[in-house]
């Protein structure tokens, strides 16, 4: 169906940018939960710190953060080079490179949902679970964690809509590689680059409106059902 | 036999409490602020006090000295909290389960549909705690906190944000849970009715200290204890349902040292209740009064005269009838107008209707 309405680098575009997306998101998830444990509940001197920099890619350019991980895991990075050397990866100019820079850029976004998700979180709640026998990693999986799934799913989608349109961070660290690296954004600026390029830059635009807007529908949408299945609504 | 003895300081506040409580329901009862929260959640291991010792059945729970503390899910000493604390993401069964899953495999206690049985959750099964009622919720929180197989049951006010119908609901199920051979239960409250309906023994708190210990029965016949200051206090009888006259509408109770007629009860004659006899409520006379509408007008001995700490124009009587002992707070003025003497033989007078607040 899509053949008829778009090219195939077009419709390639918007599989990647879709593919981009899910997989950030989906490295992204674990690791947030733990930065907003520890923000949340974490009593260490470098909270504040850590809060920073957790919400450094929402007001830093995302040109400089393209920048940053380009120096970090370039190929004469300290961390691109051993992971060359020692594991033959090489992040750059891959679509792995722009997962990374997808999931960097959406990590606050995450963070954020998630904190206000366990912040609802009552610690009675967990406390009376620790008297009927459940260990800290027991009451984390079946009490927290349940209750937090509110604040984990609203951040996932509201990163998961965001991902699809990242593109300063993108274009500076994973480059744009038609097939390779060119999302949906990326593929928009390409387009109006072009002579001629209106129409598929309008098409691309389009989609790229209807799947933001989609995701954040969504995001209410399970925020809502979550909130009522918690007994909150 | 628990045994619990702790300090701790708070910013203008310290905690400085030690008691035993064996089997049965001991009530810690005080004033909001007492401490008495405090301690039942220094006992389930929810909270570290700067000092102390707790310990269950001769194994120490905590000890700072010795640098022990034994987390709270390996004590074994489930809560009932105030507000239940349901899970709201787990069913009511899901929430009933979770303690008994994690319950040692050798551990004794009542079975699952005992526990249901029992407190009536047969139809509340697959709800959600947020569709329960007050009532309900504790309820469900009492059978969850049963089924993890608890070595000390400890209860945090468990009644205290139910409605006076609702809390007559639940307390015949306290009753029945005291009633089995269950763990022991550490029951705090600062309501009297219900350390009357419950409590075998009594700890008195006030500002972080414990002020007396023993029974209840024994407790509420002491001047110096502040229970007897209480416009409510009294002495708490405890008796035996021997008749019900429906005809004329009173059930008759026999006490060691005679027998009571109270409104028309709704427990079965042979039933066991205690019953708090208001000192405000029992006037004296000292000849056997007639053409009077009171009921209950019992033979006794004036034991002893006690002025009232609270109220100076007061004095509390001790009233010995046979084994029993009911105290009559009059006015000073009364002792002197009457030339009431301690040992003197006089009538306790006690109309049945002021016996109808009783819980049950």
Redesign the interface.
Known sequence: MMEGFLSAEEAQAVWLSLSVATRSVLVSLAPAVLVAWLLVRGRFPGRFLLDALVHLPLVVPPVVVGWALLMLFGVRGPIGAPLEEWFGIRLVFTSDAVVLATAVMGFPLIVRAVRLGLENV?E??E?????????RW?VFF??TL??MLPGILAGAVVAFAAGLGEFGAVITFASNVPGETQTLPLAIYTATQTPGGEATAARLAGISFALALGGLLLAELIARRMHR????G | MLEVQLRHRFPGFALEAAFTAGPGVTALFGPSGCGKSTILAAIAGLFRPDEGRVSLAGQALLDTQARRFVPPERRRCAVVFQEGRLFPHLSVEGNLRYGLRRAPSGAEGPGFEVVVDLLGLGALLGRRPRALSGGEKQRVALGRALLSRPRLLLMDEPLAALDTPRRAEILPFLARLRDMEGPPILYVTHALEEVDALADALVLLEAGRVLAQGSPDELSLRPDVPLAARRDAGAVLSCTVAAHDAARGLTRLAFPGGTLEVPLRREAPGARLRLRLRARDIAVARTRPEGISIHNILPCRLVAITPSAQHPDEVLLRLRVGEAVLLSRVLRDAVARLELREGDEVFALLKAVALDHAPG
């Open positions: 009552d009675g709640l406390a009376a679970a620790r008297t009927l026998g459940a260990g027991d079946t009490v349940p209750l299945w918690l007994g909150r």
